[in-house]
């Protein structure tokens, strides 16, 4: 019988912490969470390191803040912290939970701290470390549901027509729980995960669009300022729009891209087209369902 750890999730309310989690204590070992809801604050040195104190391994997750005055500052505070916390408590293992892309020390907007983490973490002496770097998270079309409850299609600021891998947390969540546990550890130091496959935006519309009783959906792509003042006038920051639109530019001047190519280690389950159905439907039906 495998010996059950302690593990270390932050952000275990998010949407691949709380599936880490879900999975490690249904395999019987303990977690130690790390959210406003346990009571384990990221702002919290002292909190951080009696969480880690004595655990078998961590995985580290910066929250996106999209109310963030500065995201690449704030980023780079809690990012101190967690740093902080695993140095002075030894742990032995780390899966640090990053983004393709965040080999670039520019132009990738909020991947950008995370390239600042994995940087510093790279630069402690971490007996087993791995930057796990999914794509495009599925959850991202999330954002999208207002603008298509009230106008009938989906807009962001990304080209229609350039294949971008995507993935859905439950899947990074999965992979993210495995390599927690794996005896012996024989991970590289940077691992991708690309999704099922690669879609364009014009064809998630429709996928997305099919999900919702509307299989013709259309897709537009915002110029970068009217996708900025949609995202200031929903309520982002300034910084955090400013940092989207960055990424977006990038990505549609095809100055971005995974490091890898897809391969069976690299490539995930869940389709989008299982994504609208289980998880963009619901949410889209439940805010057709308020009253206006």
């Not at 580290?60 to 995201?71: G, H, N, Q, S």
């Not at 940077?190 to 959906?217: F, H």
């Amino acid at each position: 019988m495998k010996a059950k750890k302690t593990l270390v999730v932050t952000g275990v309310t998010g949407n691949v912490g709380k599936v880490v989690a879900e999975q490690l204590r249904a395999q019987g070992h303990q977690v130690r969470g790390v959210s406003r809801s346990t009571g384990v604050s990221l702002e919290d040195l002292p909190a951080l390191i009696k969480t880690c104190s004595g655990a078998d391994a961590a995985l580290l997750v910066i929250p996106p803040e999209i109310k963030a005055r500065d995201l690449r500052k704030r980023q780079n505070e809690i990012g101190a912290k967690l740093l902080a916390a695993v140095k002075q408590t030894g742990i032995k293992r780390v899966v640090f939970l990053s983004s393709v892309n965040a080999q670039f020390p520019e132009g990738t907007g909020p991947i950008l701290g995370l390239h600042d983490m994995e940087e510093r973490l790279n630069g402690l002496d971490i007996p087993e470390l791995v930057h796990l770097r999914p794509a495009y998270f599925m959850e991202n079309h999330l954002r999208g549901i207002g603008i298509i409850a009230q106008a009938g299609f989906y807009g962001t600021a990304f080209r229609p027509d350039a294949p971008l891998p995507m993935i859905a947390a439950c899947d990074i969540g999965a992979k993210a729980a495995e390599l927690l546990l794996e005896e012996p550890f024989r991970q590289p130091r940077v691992r991708e995960l690309l999704g099922p496959r690669d879609y364009t935006m014009l064809e998630a519309a429709r996928i997305l669009g099919s999900a919702i009783g509307n299989p013709g959906m259309n897709y537009a792509q915002f110029s970068y300022e009217d996708a900025r003042k949609g995202m200031v006038g929903a309520g982002l920051s300034a910084s955090y729009a400013e940092a989207i639109v960055e990424i977006s530019r990038s990505f549609n001047e095809g100055k971005v891209h995974p490091t890898e190519k897809r391969s069976e280690q690299n490539t995930t389950p869940t389709t989008l087209e299982d994504f609208a159905q289980k998880i963009f439907r619901k949410q889209y039906e439940a805010v057709e369902s308020k009253p206006t």
